[in-house]
């Protein structure tokens, strides 16, 4: 059974840096893509990063670009997102999944963006 937890959420000020984490277990991390998603309020999922199963492959949507950064440690079965930068739009509550549409997901990590 596939098994994600996030963390590393929290309050910070525009232009601000915080770094999520996402522990997985239950299944083959090393052979997945993984990626994140994120649900700002009263929207929609909308996905934000992904990277390959050995890491060398990663994506990003525009609006994330240069800002954030996706990786991997398969030895801990963990992967992370550094976000610097960080904006007002970018508030929301932050998942990983094993697919880009997010259907199998944690429970999230909130990351609040606020002066």
């Known amino acids: 059974e596939v098994h994600l937890v996030e963390s590393g959420g929290g309050v910070v000020q525009p232009g601000g840096s915080l770094r999520l984490s996402c522990a997985a277990s239950?299944?083959?991390?090393?052979?997945?893509?993984i990626f994140w998603v994120r649900q700002a309020p009263g929207k929609g999922l909308e996905w934000v990063s992904g990277i390959n199963s050995g890491g060398g492959t990663t994506y990003y949507t525009d609006s994330v670009k240069g800002r954030f950064t996706i990786s991997r440690d398969n030895a801990k079965n963990t992967a992370y997102l550094q976000m610097n930068s960080l904006k007002s739009e970018d508030t929301a509550l932050y998942y990983c999944?094993?697919?880009?549409?997010?259907?199998?997901r944690g429970q999230g990590t909130q990351v609040t963006v606020s002066s």
């Open positions: 999944a094993t697919d880009r549409l997010g259907t199998r």
């Open positions: 239950g299944f083959g991390f090393n052979y997945y893509w």
